[in-house]
């Protein structure tokens, strides 16, 4: 391969001064060749991007059209819900509207006057208000803010009386004329009316007039006639206004409708757009005609270039015949002089770092099992060392007085998966194993780091002296790493210091003792450092306290005790206490949720699904004792106030009492089942078998069977009724399983009973036998 790159070398130099001049001309060829259609392109496309940003331009111009015409339309609606508001306020607040309908109408002459005042305050609130007069219905009145007259004589008397018709009408009225009192012009106006006394009554009415020549002068100053035009219609689509009073003809030809909004308030039609002229039309056509000069010209240019490449391509031609001349071993799929080049270059340079990398990844994997290997703690020292002295990056020791393992983990693994990608994961992984490593050799040891699991990173260090001061130094070392780590990297890590021993083949128990103290996360809170040596061994005997305590504790929770939750505060501090594994105690909280399950699931199906669904969510997503412990606290008080709620509203002891007087009432029914039970009462078979079994510490199959042998005895020792027709009598339909059931009961069959003329013990009467107290159900 030297060889190789040597003759490429010497080629290159040989033929260096004969393309120097070569080269610039070709440069300079191609610069002429290729600049004016580099220009001419430009300019094209710079003369295209105008048009385009004209476009835009106009679209946004439309947008912003519409965006003033809403607001146009908005604001009207908010000016007439205004005024209606404040007529309802005023008539709601004001007891003068009241007394006037209900006055005399010879003596109201004062109320009249502070009622003008009223009106005369209620036109002037709003500057779009014509005017404001009020009907009396009981004398045909009615009282402007200029004085009161007759409804004869009134100027918009039809008004009213279309009013008076319509009592139901709510709305705004279409655009009419008023005249008003003393006026001889009539004013266009929009009205409005509310019957009085609110909301339906029938003594009055209170009618409101806005000006539509006031709107007209609202609207106005909000729109710019030169740009845009705005034409609202009424709900017939009749014209009523029209932005700068511009004709019909001439709206028609000014502009097209790019905006049409419709107005709840009022029913009106909004019309708007921009006005287009000649400049406007021409940039529409000529836009087009410009894209495709501009396509064509693309086109050109792309054929012009294909030509002038081609022409000054001959050069290129004569020196690629030149380097073939010479014998060089040439990649065969080479079409020219620079492909030669490149791709012997190219093969030297991927061979040479193909090679430094794999080598660099066997180094790893080597490294990477041999760490393995010693923390797994089953090869032998022999050959840990030998591999050492060829792969570890350690510095070695050439006696070290032990070694110890310090394992690093990254809190909330999953929630560290979810925010980052792969490729963040993998740079952040890679930069937590330089920083372990620095700070390591900063403390002053000597260290190896490798990931051993996707959240677990492996730390050996091996030790100068084995000194307790030495063992604290590496516990401060960890923490101060934690901390930088957290502030830096925004990440949260947690460690676990093994213990000390003096070989690499005893590397497996310091790593095992490591893996056991991060086991203990829950238990030891936020600290930093777990250390192996000082927590408590796993010890079966320990847990037997537990089991009593929750036994207890789901006694308490079935018997309604309020103790549980001390129970439950205790457990958790003791947990804590005695440092348990996590392992274990999500095994004792995972234990106490099934025995709940078993003992008041039954219950019903609520209770039942709230404590299986979600049970391993809340058990592995909780970080902390504490959050475990909030967690299970909030999950068992929502569900014990769920089982408080079915035990009171279920009564069971009254329910249970009267299911077992309709037993003994129905005992000689053939359909008497838990099926027949659970229909009767409405619960579930399986619940009242519960019930029934709690209650009597009998199941109630046994129940029924004992009744009806009883109630068989007395049949076959007091009457001649034949086995079938007592078997009937008691609720079997034949006599075949009455005298299998009879038989396994008493130990005799029926017939021999009466043969035998055996008879019922004393004391077992219907509803005395079973030693229940019929008046408490006991």
């Given at each position: ?8 070398s010497?080629t ?26 580099f ?9 295209l991007?105008f ?10 111009a ?9 607001f146009?339309?908005e604001d ?15 008539v ?19 109320l009249m ?19 404001v ?68 009554g ?31 219609l ?6 009523i ?38 400049l ?35 050069p ?11 014998q060089l ?7 020219d ?29 080597q ?9 797994s703690g089953?090869k ?13 990056p ?28 792969v ?7 890679f ?5 372990f ?23 050996l260090?091996a ?9 604290a ?17 925004r990440?949260?890590v ?11 083949h ?8 490591a ?19 000082e927590?408590?061994?796993g010890?079966?005997?320990?847990l ?74 809340v ?5 902390s004792?504490?959050e ?9 008080t ?12 279920k009564?069971?002891r009254?329910?249970?009492s ?18 027949h ?14 019930l ?14 004992q ?11 007091q009457?001649?009724l ?17 005298g ?39």
């Amino acid at each position: 391969m030297l060889q190789y790159s040597t003759s490429i070398s010497k080629t290159l130099n040989l033929e260096e001064k004969g393309m120097t001049s070569l080269q610039q001309n070709w440069y300079r060829k191609l610069l002429l060749s290729y600049f004016p259609i580099f220009l001419i392109t430009i300019t094209i496309l710079v003369f295209l991007s105008f048009i385009m940003f004209n476009e835009a331009s106009r679209e946004e111009a439309a947008k912003a059209n519409g965006i003033s015409t809403r607001f146009i339309m908005e604001d009207l609606d908010r000016s007439i819900n205004a005024i209606e508001m404040n007529v309802l306020n005023e008539v709601e607040t004001s007891a003068l509207y009241s007394s006037y309908l209900f006055s005399n109408p010879s003596s109201d002459q004062n109320l009249m006057y502070s009622l003008v005042k009223r009106l005369r305050g209620l036109q002037s609130g709003s500057d779009l208000i014509e005017s404001v007069y009020l009907y009396r219905h009981s004398d045909q009145s009615v009282l402007t803010t200029s004085g009161q007259s007759p409804l004869s004589t009134f100027p918009d008397r039809s008004y009213i009386e279309f009013a008076v018709k319509e009592h139901d009408y709510r709305g705004w009225s279409a655009v009419r004329s008023m005249t008003g009192l003393g006026e001889n012009e009539p004013k266009q106006v929009i009205s409005m009316y509310k019957n009085l006394p609110l909301p339906f009554g029938s003594q009055g009415l209170l009618v409101i007039n806005v000006s539509m020549y006031r709107v007209e002068q609202m609207i106005n100053p909000m729109i710019n006639d030169s740009v845009s035009f705005l034409n609202i219609l009424d709900s017939s689509g009749d014209l009523i206004f029209e932005a700068s009073q511009i004709g019909e003809d001439k709206r028609a030809k000014e502009g097209k409708v790019l905006t049409t909004l419709q107005s709840d308030q009022l029913g009106w039609t909004f019309e708007s757009g921009l006005r287009v002229g000649q400049l406007y039309a021409w940039v529409s056509v000529v836009s087009y005609i410009w894209i495709v000069i501009g396509f064509v010209t693309v086109v050109l240019a792309v054929i012009y270039i294909v030509y002038v490449t081609r022409r000054n391509y001959q050069p290129i031609k004569a020196m690629m015949n030149r380097i073939e001349s010479i014998q060089l071993n040439m990649p065969q799929a080479a079409k020219d002089e620079l492909s030669v080049i490149d791709s012997a270059l190219e093969s030297l340079i991927s061979r040479s770092m193909d090679y430094d990398k794999k080598r660099h990844e066997n180094l790893q994997l080597q490294r990477s099992q041999l760490f393995m290997d010693l923390i797994s703690g089953q090869k032998p020292e022999e050959e840990l060392l030998s591999r050492m002295a060829e792969l570890t990056p350690m510095k070695l020791l050439e006696q070290p007085a032990g070694y110890v393992i310090l394992l690093g983990e990254i809190n909330d693994y999953s929630g560290f998966q979810d925010v980052h990608t792969v490729r963040d994961q993998n740079v952040l992984k890679f930069a937590l194993m330089n920083v372990f490593q620095e700070l390591a050799r900063n403390a002053g040891f000597n260290s190896w780091v490798e990931w051993i699991a996707g959240s677990r990173v492996g730390i050996l260090i091996a030790l100068p002296e084995m000194k307790e001061e030495t063992r604290a130094s590496l516990i401060r070392a960890a923490e101060e790493c934690r901390g930088w780590v957290e502030e830096k990297l925004r990440l949260s890590v947690r460690f676990g210091l093994g213990s000390t021993v003096a070989g690499l083949h005893e590397i497996g128990a310091s790593h095992q003792s490591a893996s056991e103290a991060l086991g203990h996360r829950l238990a030891m809170g936020d600290q930093a450092v777990l250390v192996g040596d000082e927590l408590p061994r796993g010890d079966l005997s320990r847990l037997l306290p537990y089991l009593n305590e929750i036994s207890e504790l789901v006694k308490d929770f079935r018997l309604n005790h309020e103790g549980w939750r001390t129970r439950l505060k205790d457990m958790f501090v003791s947990f804590k206490a005695e440092r348990l594994k996590d392992d274990t105690i999500r095994s004792l909280v995972n234990s106490m949720l099934q025995l709940l399950s078993r003992e008041v699931g039954v219950l019903s199906d609520e209770l039942r699904n709230q404590l299986s669904e979600g049970r391993e969510h809340v058990l592995a997503g909780a970080a902390s004792l504490e959050e475990l412990q909030s967690r299970i606290t909030d999950q068992l008080t929502e569900i014990y106030r769920t089982y408080v709620a079915l035990s009171e509203t279920k009564s069971y002891r009254a329910m249970i009492s009267e299911m077992k007087h309709y037993i003994e009432e129905h005992f000689d029914d053939p359909n008497l089942s838990l099926k027949h039970l659970s229909d009767r009462f409405q619960i579930s078979g399986k619940y009242a078998s519960y019930l029934f079994k709690m209650e009597y510490d009998m199941k109630f199959v046994d129940f029924l069977v004992q009744l009806r042998m009883k109630r068989a005895e007395e049949l076959l020792a007091q009457t001649d009724l034949s086995i079938q027709e007592i078997a009937e009598k008691i609720g079997y339909a034949n006599s075949i399983t009455f005298g299998r059931v009879f038989k396994r009961t008493s130990g005799v069959t029926p017939g021999d009973y009466r043969k035998l003329q055996m008879k019922p013990a004393p004391g077992t009467e219907l509803g005395s036998w079973t030693g229940f107290d019929n008046e408490n159900g006991l």
